[in-house]
C-alpha cells in the first residue's frame, strides 16, 4: 500500500513504526460553528483511509481533537455573549451528528483542548527549558531559528525567516508571508474574558499549534505503553488534515514537538486537497459555504452526499457544484438496484461471473493500493456491474452466482459504505409496508395508492409483482 507523504513529496509504502495498531492523528474541527461540507470532505478522506487500512489488515488508532479553545471559538462566544464552554458544546454536538449522518467511524478519542492544558504546560516548560521558546510581555514564543529543520514539511525557504521580536506572531492563524515567531502561550488580556487558566508559565492560554501537539503525543503514545510521559514518545505513524493546515499548523507541531522529544513526529503526513466553491476554497470567511443541514433541507440524501464527497482522489481539488448530487444520487441508486436485482436472481449457472467478480476486487484493491485512487477502484464496480447486469438481463445468472458478486461488491462496501441495508427500515415504513400489503389483500386499491404515495413521500418506492409487493429505496432529491 502506497501514501503520498507531503513531508517526501512521493508515494512511500506504508509501514509500521512499531507494532501495534496504527496510530494516526487528525485535525479535527474547531468548533465555532456548524462544519461545512469542504471539511467533511476531508474528514471522509480521513475516513476512507482508515477504512482501508483496516481492510488491508491493520488496526487503527485515531485520534481526533476538538478545539474547543483558539482565537475563532473565543470570539464566536464573546459576541454570542455565552460561555466559551456552553457555545463549544453545541457544535460539538452538532458534528458528532453530522459524521454519523455520513457514516464517517467514529475516532477512537476525541480529546478536547481545554481538557489538557497541563500536558501543553509540560511540553512548553520543556521547551523554554530546552532554549527554543522564550518569555515576551505577551507570551511565550517558539524561536523558530532555533529549530534548524523548521520548514521541512511546507518546503519554505528560510532566508524570510524573521526570529526575535522583528518577527513574532500572537494570532493563531497567518501566512508565509508572516513568517515568524509564533505564540505557544497568551498571556491573558481583556479580550479573553473569562478564558485563562493560571499555570506555572502564567495566566493566559494555548496557541492552537501547541494543542495539537499535546494531545497528539499523549494518546498515540500511551496508545502502546501503559502511562504517558514525554519520554516514551514514538514517532507517529500517520498525521492528517486539510492542505491548510500544512502551514503554519503541521509545520508548528513538528517544531514543538521534534525539539522536545528529538525524534520524528509522525513518519507520513497525508493532506487532503480543498473543496472549492466557483474556483475558490470553500470556507466560513468567504461565506461561499454549505453545511450538510444545508444540503439535508434542499432534500439530498445523505448517502448521495457521502459519495460526491467520496468520489474523488483526495488529493485533487474538488469543485463543487449541486448538480453533483444529483449525479451522485444515481451512482447510488444504481448500486444499491445492482444488488435488489442480485438478491432476486434465480437463472442458469455462468461460469465466468465468479472470476469476473474476483478480477474486479483485485483492481478495485489495487487502485486503493495506489494512493487511494477512488475513482479507478469506484470504475472498477461499475465495469463489474455493467457486466453482470447483461448477464442478468439474459437470465444467465444463478443465485449462487449472485450471492459471490453480493459478497464482492459487499467487500467494496466496507471501504465505501454506500449500501443500504433492508434491515434497516424504520418501525414507521415497516408499518405502512404491512398496512399496504393488508390493503390489498382487501383489495382496497384507493387505499393502498394512498399509501404508495405516502411511503413515496417518505423515499421508498412500491412496485407490485407477481410475488407480492416489493420496494426500495429512492436517492434522487426529494422536492
Ligand atoms: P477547521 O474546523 O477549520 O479547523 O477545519 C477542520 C478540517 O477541515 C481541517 O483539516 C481543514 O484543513 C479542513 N478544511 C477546511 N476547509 C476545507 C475545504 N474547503 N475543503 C477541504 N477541507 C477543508
Ligand atoms: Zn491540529
Known sequence: MKLYNTLSRKKEDFHLVKEGPVRMYSCG??????????????????????RFLEYRGFEVFQVKNLTDVDDKTIKGSRKKGVPLKEFTREYEKAFFEDCKTLRIRPARVYPRATEHIPEMVAIIKELLKKGFAYKSEDGIYFAVDKFKEYGKLAH????????????????????KENLADFALWKFWDEDDGDVFWETEIGKGRPGWHIECSAMSVKYLTSAISDGFSLDKFETLDIHT?????????????????????????ANFWLHSEHLLVDGKKMSKSLGNFYTLRDLLKMGYHPLAIRYALISSHYRQKLNFVLSSLDAASTAVQRINDFISRLNEADGSDNENVKDLAKEHLLKFENALDDDLEISRALASLFDLMSKVNRELDAGHI????????????????????????EKDLPPDILDLLEQRRKAREAKDYQRSDELREELKSKGILVEDTKNGQRWKRIFSRKV
Open 156 to 175: 519554505l525557504d528560510r532566508s524570510h525567516l524573521k526570529a526575535g521580536a522583528s518577527g513574532r506572531v500572537l494570532a493563531d492563524e497567518y501566512d
Open 241 to 265: 488534515g486539510g492542505v491548510d493546515l500544512m502551514f503554519p499548523h503541521h509545520e508548528d507541531e513538528i517544531a514543538q514537538v521534534e525539539a522536545v522529544v528529538g525524534k520524528p513526529f
Open 398 to 421: 444463478s443465485k449462487s452466482d449472485a450471492q459471490e458478486v453480493i459478497s464482492v461488491v459487499r467487500r467494496m462496501n466496507d471501504v465505501l459504505d454506500i449500501l443500504v441495508d
Open 29 to 50: 474541527p474547531t468548533v465555532y460553528d456548524f462544519v461545512h461540507i469542504g471539511n467533511l470532505r476531508t474528514f471522509l478522506f480521513e475516513d476512507i483511509l482508515c
